[in-house]
């Protein structure tokens, strides 16, 4: 596709169940970032990966969330143990380069019951 | 630390009404500056940036100048249209982050403009 594709768009979920969310980005972004949009709050970043090498973890809330970027390109956000606080709207973007203009999916919104 | 404050929505406003939504900033040096819009049903989108102290950003008739003095980055546009209705974000790059992609958003303005 054109642009950055998540999935899935809407996940219910029990409380203390695992979820991943997935996010392919644009094709040839090396840059891909992770944020979190809670209802009245502002995007919240979670975490950043450039290329091959180490992420930046430093947005991550807790031990339960964890992500990796298989081959430079898809990531999946893991969320294990889900509490009712994480239900929000989970953004992935994508860029061209580290310092490049980011492209934003249309999120994966989390209900957590 | 580093933050972003808007304003408060919803803004309603007319058709061909002036726009104004504020943002201030709280950070060290000289950040990057940026507005982002999310119209309904689409992810975030670019709108507008300006990287240093005076510049001026512009974009779809929308505008919003880096002023260090104020540490504000308000955004305008002269004459709003309803397919203006969105969500706007202002967000900063923290000075010497090594990429734009660690944004610093606002909580977001939404902007509803009737006919």
């Known amino acids: 596709g054109a642009g950055v594709s998540q999935s899935p768009s809407n996940k219910v979920t029990e409380k203390g169940k695992d979820v991943e969310l997935r996010c392919d980005p644009i094709?040839?972004?090396?840059?891909l970032y992770w944020y979190r949009q809670s209802l009245g709050q502002g995007l919240e970043f979670l975490i950043y990966?450039?290329?091959?090498?180490?992420?930046?973890k430093s947005g991550l809330p807790s031990d339960r969330f964890s992500a990796e970027r298989t081959g430079g390109s898809v990531s999946t956000l893991t969320i294990q143990r889900t509490q009712q606080e994480d239900s929000a709207v989970y953004l992935c973007?994508?860029?061209?380069?580290?310092?490049?203009?980011?492209?934003f999916g249309e999120g994966s919104r989390l209900t957590v019951l | 630390g580093n933050s972003v404050t808007q304003m408060e929505g919803p803004v309603t406003l007319s058709e061909e009404a002036f726009l104004t939504i504020n943002c201030t900033y709280t950070?060290?040096?000289?950040?990057?500056l940026f507005w982002y819009v999310q119209y309904p049903g689409e992810g975030l989108q670019l709108l507008l940036k300006?990287?240093?102290?005076?510049d001026k950003g512009s974009n779809k008739g929308f505008e919003a100048t880096y002023r260090k003095e104020t540490t504000s980055f308000h955004l305008e546009k002269g004459s709003v249209q309803v397919s203006d209705s969105a969500v706007y974000f202002c967000?900063?790059?923290?000075?010497?982050?090594?990429?734009?992609?660690?944004?610093?958003f606002g909580q977001g303005t939404t902007l509803r403009v009737k006919p």
């Open positions: 973007a994508s860029s061209f380069e580290a310092r490049g203009e980011l492209f």
């Open positions: 094709s040839g972004h090396t840059a």
């Open positions: 990966f450039q290329g091959n090498s180490a992420p930046d």
């Open positions: 950070a060290t040096g000289y950040p990057s």
């Open positions: 300006a990287t240093k102290a005076d």
């Open positions: 967000a900063l790059s923290p000075t010497g982050s090594s990429n734009t992609g660690k944004l610093i």
